[in-house]
């Protein structure tokens, strides 16, 4: 039975490694990566794998995702030497029948350890939690508009100048449907003033500079003779 005694530990160390990973994607979400560059990334620091050149510069150019994969690196080296360790540990000192039925407790642990990782109340409730912490970081406060806002995959933004051939002077902005464009106007500087945000009735005249966010190809091809 002294196997036994080393198996819990192997399963704590994989349930407890799920948990940080997890954690740590939510936490490189709140940074502007996408939610499935998050999970990757993590997954692929902590175990040591996958990790791209064209990822690592995402990363390596953001100090708060630095650290987030710089701890799951630690962990992640310290969680495998440990689970190496212990199921070694737990195998050779199994004699007999023993030794399958470490192997077949092993393997049922992981089991219903996948199936409570991967059960959508439990995992929504972890997520909630450690959002909830992190939102209380001054280290989550801010982060690169170009992350934020998904640059690197083809949106952006744009000041344009509305001119005297502009076909949108005169138009409130619902009725230049740049929702249906999958553009949204950030705000308007007309004059010395700033209108944030602005309402679907606001109209444009000529002179505004308006400030766009969405696909750049959408905003090229609409603001390219501006």
Not at 60 to 82: H, Q, Y
């Amino acid at each position: 039975m002294d196997g036994l005694y080393f198996l819990l530990p192997t399963l704590l160390v994989i349930f407890v490694s799920f948990l940080i990973v997890r954690a740590a994607a939510i936490a490189l979400m709140m940074t502007g990566m996408d939610e499935k560059r998050a999970r990757f990334q993590a997954l692929s620091a902590f175990s040591g794998t996958g990790f791209t050149t064209k990822e690592a510069e995402s990363v390596v150019n953001n100090p708060v995702r630095r650290r987030i994969i710089s701890w799951l690196m630690i962990l992640g080296n310290a969680g495998i030497v440990t689970v190496i360790i212990t199921t070694t540990s737990s195998l050779v000192t199994s004699k007999g029948y023993l030794l399958s039925i470490n192997v077949l407790i092993l393997l049922v642990g992981i089991y219903l350890i996948y199936k409570i990782a991967t059960h959508k109340g439990f995992i929504r409730r972890w997520e909630s939690f450690i959002e909830g912490k992190l939102v209380k970081s001054p280290a989550f406060e801010e982060g690169a508009t170009e992350d934020l806002l998904h640059f690197l995959e083809g949106y952006g933004l744009v000041r344009a100048i509305i001119t005297e051939s502009s076909p949108l002077i005169g138009s409130s902005l619902s009725e230049c449907e740049l929702c249906e464009k999958e553009l949204v106007v950030l705000g308007i500087e007309r004059g010395k003033n700033w209108i944030p945000i602005p309402k679907a009735k606001e109209t444009i005249i000529e002179g505004d500079r308006i400030v766009v966010y969405g696909p750049l190809a959408v905003l090229k091809a609409l603001f390219r003779e501006e």
